[in-house]
């Protein structure tokens, strides 16, 4: 498998209210993260990096693209330009149809922004072990990547001493990336019973890193795959020991 088709991106005592968030129609349902009204139980991440953020027990919108949304049938076509325009080659965009051909797709997300899809990930089903999923391909519209939205925006200084601040939001695959990991930060006994346990990626530990990803976590398992590429997505701080059996479609790429 080519690395490259994997990524290029406390509560109190009384019973809290409870506001439902959806982020995705995601693991063949609406997923939901649920907040308390005092602050997100997952952390800032569910706050700041998937919907807004909590200020004061209060919900503020950030800017930034729509909220990620699952694929369906109607956006098979745009997903498969997207693919193959963010990729050298269209294995990506084959891997993907095939994933879907042999019943092995968990989820699809997509990112929106003015009825495009700027971003996009596939979660496949681990053959081994159960319960495991494994992220690839993901994917940016080229001409938005790094940020490039912010520059269309008047009132964002792009270029100046706050060019991250203003780029940051639109950044597609870290948002995204963003609202993946701060599932994991919801406690486990929170978790829906169809989030996969365990994510699996192949890519830098440098990049996948800052989302929760953890190349030491995962130096116990069993890959075809190099284990200095391998990453997981889990919640806790175990280190799991378990042989990654992945799709045969990923297989055979």
Partial sequence: MRQKAIG?????????SLMMLRIGAAFGRSLFVLLESE???????????ILGKVIGGRFAMVVGP???????????EEVDRLLKSAFPTDAEARLVRQLRADGDMLLESRKPWNGKTGGYFALSRMYAPE???CLAPMAVRPEWQGGRLAERNPNMAVGGPKDEMYR?????????????AAIYEIPLERLPANV???????GKPSFYGRYGFSWQRAQKLKSP?????????????DVPEAEL????ALSDL
Avoid at 66 to 76: G, I, P
Avoid at 170 to 175: A, D, K, M, Q
Avoid at 196 to 202: A, Q
Avoid at 225 to 237: A, F, H, N, V, W
Wanted: proline content about 11%; some cysteine; glycine content about 10%.
């Fill in 196 to 202: 996969p346990k365990t994510i699996v990626v192949l």
């Fill in 245 to 248: 059996v992945y799709p045969r």
């Fill in 168 to 180: 940051s939001p639109w950044r597609f695959g870290t948002r995204m990336l963003q609202e993946l």
């Fill in 66 to 76: 729509d909220f990620s949304t699952s694929v369906n049938e109607e956006h098979y």
């Fill in 131 to 133: 319960g495991w999923a």
């Fill in 8 to 16: 290029r991106i406390g509560q109190s005592a009384r019973r809290p």
């Fill in 39 to 49: 602050g997100p139980p997952c952390g800032p991440a569910c706050g700041a990096s």
């Fill in 225 to 237: 795959y190099p284990l200095e590429s391998t990453l997981i997505l889990r919640c806790g701080d």
